[in-house]
């Protein structure tokens, strides 16, 4: 414990953001980072708890507070405060294959379980832990480390998103030969186009892909396994499949009129955003338009986002669920993960640019309205209550909205059909591939799978750890035992 008493010496003080009216003007990433100092005297507020919720991954009324990979969070504070950022960084990798990542794009489960947060202000892990990895990268610390032995066992990996790098990055580090396939023409999967560049700036995830491929990755590029190479190819090819493919099937809404032209899936224009912005292909377009945008989660704010960077006329994000309130209440308690409102870069970039809040709360859509080339003009909308588990809605609460662009943000519902039924997948009833509990081996013993399309829609930091733990039990099938941690 680096300063007994930095906890009650030192206010939290996070990285500052440039304001709207800067930021809107582009798609970079708007932090202001702090000077090492400051930095350090941030780490120092840590407290060594001798129970480190932050690192715990407990589940408390179905929501888990606390890092997933459970990073030594207390042991790189400290070596953050005395100036040791390179025993920090190796304290760090050994749980966290891809820092650069979480540090940008997680929304801290361990900061909800910091102790401090009790009475006070929670430790800024997550900007401790940008600050370590940024670090490194700027020092030269990150090197390629091919390993020193190979096996002679080949591992392809299908999905280049978080939890197929996550794989690919440990079997070969435990020298066997690895290949990763993407259907994308760039690597990164879901970080690379499902993340808009504000979150996450494409250039860091092409230096990890660089960093990946100089220890002997192979990634392969525009294959789409299950398409253009069958699963029988790869079983005669490899001695392990890794399915990683995510959970990219969109979830439709079923509203009157849902034919109509104008309504997009969300992660159709995030992914057309973001590849105009690195080749300058076609997009859809939120100039001078009505924006609603159906789902108040992250994709959704996300939307939010890019559209005011597209010059959108209006913006309204549509909630089906009540709005949370500012405050914990009495039956949420520490370390429980905090249902409280949060008002994420894109709210805040819409209230400051039109003056409210854009979301709209206990709302859904009914009926979508076109003009006579079959294109929207507005959707009309309707207040809901939940009334014995059920939606009810609120008669006379009919509103219609100007809408020249629909986007639908609702989330995913699992595996894509063609994968499914490329690689003949059991599914479970949210139809994610089915695998034995806490296990990632199909039916099939040479096909493995983790992350999304394993445990369903879910968290950068949650499919890093599921990539983790397939490469152990991937490891233990090739090898017949494995020494991995």
Known sequence: MGKPTGFLEFDRKENACLSPEVRLKNYNEFHQYLDEQQRQKQAARCMNCGVPFCQSAIELKGKVTGCPLHNLIPEWNDEIYNGNYQHALSRLLKTNPFPEFTSRVCPALCEKACINGIYDDPVTIHDNEYFIIETAYQNGWMKPQPPEIRSDKKVAVIGSGPSGLAVAYILNKRGHNVTVYERENRAGGLLMYGIPNMKLEKQYIQRRIDLLMEEGIEFKLNVNAGVDISKEELEKQYDAIVLCCGSKQARDINVKNRETNGIYFAVDYLTQSTK??????????????????????????????????????????????????????????????????KTDYGQQEAISLFGKDPRVYNTTVSEVLSDEKGNITAVKTTKITFQNGKLTPVEGSEK?????????????????????????????????????????????????????????????????????????EVDEYLMEYTNMD
């Open 276 to 341: 105009n912005q690195l080749d300058h292909t076609p997009y859809i377009s939120a100039k001078d338009k009505n924006v609603v945008i159906i789902g108040g989660g992250d994709t959704g704010n996300d939307c939010v986002g890019t559209s005011l960077r597209q010059k959108a006329k209006s913006v309204v994000q549509i909630e089906m669920m009540p709005c949370p309130p500012l405050k914990r209440q009495a039956n949420n308690p520490w370390p429980e993960w905090p249902n409280v409102l």
């Open 400 to 472: 219609v909205l100007p809408c020249d662009l629909l986007l639908i943000a609702a989330g995913f519902t699992g595996v894509e059909n063609y994968v499914k039924d490329s690689f003949d997948l059991k599914t479970s009833p949210r139809n994610t591939v089915l695998t034995a509990k806490n296990h990632y081996q199909t039916e099939n013993e040479k096909i493995f799978t983790a992350g999304d399309i394993h445990r369903g829609q879910s968290l950068v930091v949650w499919a890093i750890h599921e990539g983790k733990e397939c490469a152990r």
